[in-house]
Structure formats: structure tokens, C-alpha cells
């Protein structure tokens, strides 16, 4: 993938034909695929090693069963922190084409509670910006349009922009969505057939882009003065807290917090004027930018930073009792599954999340612990196996039929949802939480 580069920027060759640089201070930086030693957001160098999970499959290559006897991509899954400007980061892009391809398996809508609580952020923004019937709202990464749907129903004027195929079932949904990724050439031509846009969403998509330039540099064109941009991502300081480490993947370049936030806006012409945090994906925050750089952060988010900065969140001494954590959390995972199959239990997983990936490869957990794992019949991954691990993934009503003795939840990050609705729908296995640390429920 080529990156955009202003003048006067450095760039190396990693041995591979593939190049990566950093730009001057003052300049917003460019990402590529492949390794790199600077932080995305401010260019310094080196970052600091957090923790090393080894080599992983992007966490969505769900692999086909003509596939199984064919070799299968592993990438260097490093976690770093900038001790600059704070941002927490992997060291390893892999290129956007291959993560999010054609025929990408993850829908927004087949989650309940995501859907809810879109819908519900539709109604809260458009009273809150006091957006008008008719206004334009884009969505960067819209999936299957779950998003914009909210909006639409509103009365607004949606626009999707969806890199993958999923943009085919948006559009038969009658969601209006372009196939492509965001960058400044999508914004223009959006901008000449739209006119500009009041508000622009990039919900778990703004820690995907991997090059950073093109799209903001994009929203901020497409923007009109008076807009708003949003984006969801993944909570750092939740990420820590309730050590969910199974976020970490390639997708997931970036791992947010306010103070980075705020620099990387900033450098492109935003202000962060407000954040809130929300329970989607176990714990995010959905942070409101608006153009200038002029703008006054909210006292809400003045006390978020102060929660940060208490907890420690920029200082390195956290980040080695998170190491630490989750050390012991994948001992205490592994001694618990191998101690129930060595009493010759049977163990199924339950759901196959993007993050599940990271603990089914960190952790070891192949088809000599779990039997299949079990999906929505609605679900792409139906049929597919588990990137790297190989478990098959099955329509949820085998469940029912085997009654197996312990389910492994892996979309533990929704709580006791899922489990209790297995049960009230007949299923009497044992549920295991795998994280933070495993425990069984029994009832």
C-alpha cells in the first residue's frame, strides 16, 4: 500500500521492498504496511515494548475449508506505548487490503446490543448538535449500514463508506454506500455530488485506518464549519482495568486515551471539545472533534483526563503490572481447560469475535480443547475455522443437540447476556468466562 508523504519526510527500506519513515515534528505522520519503530501519531522514536504476543493471523481471515491444507499468514502482534505524546500502539501494520477484504465476515447488526445502543446514539446526537431533517451524515467503515440506519429513520440524509463487500448488503438495506476505503478523493467526490457534510461517524473504525493522513485530512474537507466528527474506539484505560487483551490485534492499531487523542486531532486541524465513555465492545469512548483547533474541551472530559492521569495511565509502571496480568491470566486460562480435558470433559466455544482470535492464538486453544464454537445461524462465520487455530465455527443450535459440558464464552466482553440467553433457550452446559480472570458459572 502506498503512503502519502510530505516533502521533506524520511524513509527506509525494511529489507522487504516495503518502506516506512517518520515525518518532521511538526508534521502529521504517514502510515504504511509493515514494521515500524515511530509512534503513529507524533513521529517519535523508539517506542517502548509493552508486551510481546508473538505472531498472529489478522483476527477476521476466518479460514475457508479448501484453505486448511494451504499456508496461512502470520504477522508480529507487539504492543508499544509512545512516552511522548502517550499513545499505546502496535509496531505492525498489516496492509488494509488484506484485513479488510471482499469478503469480510463481521456485521454490525447480528450484535443486539450494538444495535441498540446505535440507534439510541442517533436520537442523542441529532438532539444534541441539533441537526436539521435533510442534514448529511457519513459513516467511515459502515459495515452493513447499522449505524446510519438510526439516522435515516430520523430523517437524515445518510452516506456510507464501506471498504468490503458488506457494502452490497448496506446498499440492499437501503442504505446509500460507497465501496472504497475513506481518503481525500472519496471526501471530494462526496463533496461535489452532496455538499458538505453536518456530521461524520467512524464508529471501531478510527483505530483501524492506518494511514492516518488521507482520512483525516479527508473528514476535515468533507466537514462543513459547523460539523462534528465522531469516532468510538476501544477505551484504553478500560482495556487495562478489565484486561481485555483480546482487543489487541492487527486490526487495532491504535489503543486511545484522551491526551493522545487531542495531539493527533490537533495536528490536523481539530479540536477534541468533549468525550464520553460507553459500554460498547466492554468499554469505549466516543470522542466529539469539531474543526479549528480553537475549540474548549468540556469539564466532562477535563475529568476524564484527570481520572487518566490518577490512574496512571501515562506512566510505565502500569504497563508492566499489565503485563504481569495478563502473564497470568493465559496460565490460569490453560490450566483451567487442560484440567477439565484431562478429566475428559467436553468444551465448546461460544461466539467467534474478532478478539477471540487474539486468545485463542495467544493462548494455544485449538480443536484438542475446544470441539467447534458455536454462532448465530445469521453469522458469515458459519461454516468457516477460527484464523490460526482451526476450531470450526457452527450454526449455535448444534448447542442444543449436543449439550456439551462447558462452553467457553468467547464474547465474554458482553457479560452474562449471552450465557443467560443459551440457558433460557435450553442449554445446560457450564459456561467458562475466560477473562480477566477464568471463572466457571454454574446455574
Not at 382 to 398: A, C, I, N, R
Request: proline residues 6%.
Amino acid at each position: 500500500m502506498a503512503s502519502e508523504r510530505s516533502t521533506g519526510s524520511s524513509q527506509k527500506d525494511d529489507g522487504t521492498g516495503r518502506t516506512f519513515g517518520r515525518l518532521a515534528d511538526d508534521e502529521p505522520v504517514g502510515m504504511v504496511t509493515g514494521h515500524f519503530n515511530h509512534c503513529q501519531n507524533c513521529g517519535h522514536e523508539p517506542l517502548i515494548p509493552i508486551m510481546d504476543f508473538g505472531h498472529h493471523p489478522p483476527c477476521d481471515s476466518l479460514v475457508r475449508p479448501a484453505q486448511l491444507t494451504k499456508p496461512e499468514a502470520f504477522y508480529p502482534l507487539h504492543l508499544f506505548r509512545c512516552d511522548r505524546c502517550g499513545l499505546v500502539q502496535i509496531d505492525y501494520a498489516v496492509d488494509p487490503a488484506e484485513l479488510f477484504y471482499e469478503e469480510y465476515p463481521y456485521m454490525t447488526g447480528i450484535t443486539g446490543a450494538l444495535k441498540s445502543n446505535f440507534d439510541a446514539m442517533a436520537g442523542k446526537v441529532i438532539e444534541t448538535l441539533r441537526l436539521q431533517p435533510g442534514s448529511l451524515v457519513v459513516d467511515i467503515g459502515s459495515n452493513d449500514g447499522t449505524i446510519l440506519q438510526g439516522f435515516k429513520t430520523r430523517g437524515m440524509r445518510v452516506l456510507g463508506v464501506e471498504p468490503t463487500g458488506i457494502a452490497k448488503i448496506a446498499n440492499s438495506r437501503g442504505i446509500t454506500t460507497l465501496q472504497a476505503f475513506f481518503n481525500q478523493d472519496v471526501a471530494q467526490d462526496v463533496l461535489k455530488k452532496e455538499g458538505p457534510a453536518s456530521l461524520i461517524t467512524a464508529a471501531n473504525v478510527f483505530a483501524h485506518v492506518a494511514n492516518l493522513g488521507p482520512c483525516l485530512r479527508g473528514i476535515h474537507a468533507l466537514l462543513a464549519d459547523n460539523g462534528t466528527f465522531i469516532s468510538e474506539s476501544h477505551y484504553l484505560l478500560d482495556l487495562i482495568d478489565t484486561l481485555q487483551y483480546d482487543t489487541i490485534y492487527h486490526e487495532h492499531l491504535r489503543f486511545y486515551s484522551i491526551k493522545p487523542m487531542q495531539d493527533m486531532m490537533k495536528r490536523f486541524g481539530f479540536s477534541v471539545v468533549d468525550v464520553e465513555r460507553i459500554p460498547n465492545h466492554g468499554g469505549s469512548i466516543r470522542v466529539y472533534a469539531v474543526k479549528g483547533t480553537e475549540g474548549q474541551p468540556s469539564a466532562r472530559m477535563q475529568e476524564l483526563v484527570k481520572q487518566e492521569e490518577a490512574y496512571g495511565l501515562y506512566d510505565s509502571a502500569l504497563y508492566v503490572t499489565f503485563k504481569q496480568r495478563v502473564e497470568q491470566s493465559k496460565w490460569k486460562l490453560m490450566h483451567l481447560l487442560s484440567d477439565l480435558k484431562l478429566k475428559g470433559h467436553r468444551i465448546v466455544g461460544i461466539g467467534s469475535p474478532g478478539r477471540s482470535s487474539t486468545v485463542m492464538n495467544y493462548c494455544g486453544i485449538g480443536p484438542d480443547y475446544l470441539d467447534y464454537t458455536a454462532e448465530q445461524a445469521t453469522s458469515l462465520k458459519v461454516g468457516l475455522f477460527t484464523p490460526g487455530t482451526h476450531v470450526p465455527v457452527v450454526d449455535e443450535k448444534k448447542l442444543f443437540e449436543d449439550q456439551p459440558d462447558y462452553a467457553l464464552v468467547l464474547a465474554w466482553h458482553l457479560g452474562e447476556t449471552v450465557p443467560r440467553k443459551l440457558r433460557s433457550k435450553g442449554l445446560r452446559s457450564k459456561f467458562i468466562m475466560p477473562l480477566p480472570d477464568p471463572v466457571i458459572l454454574d446455574w
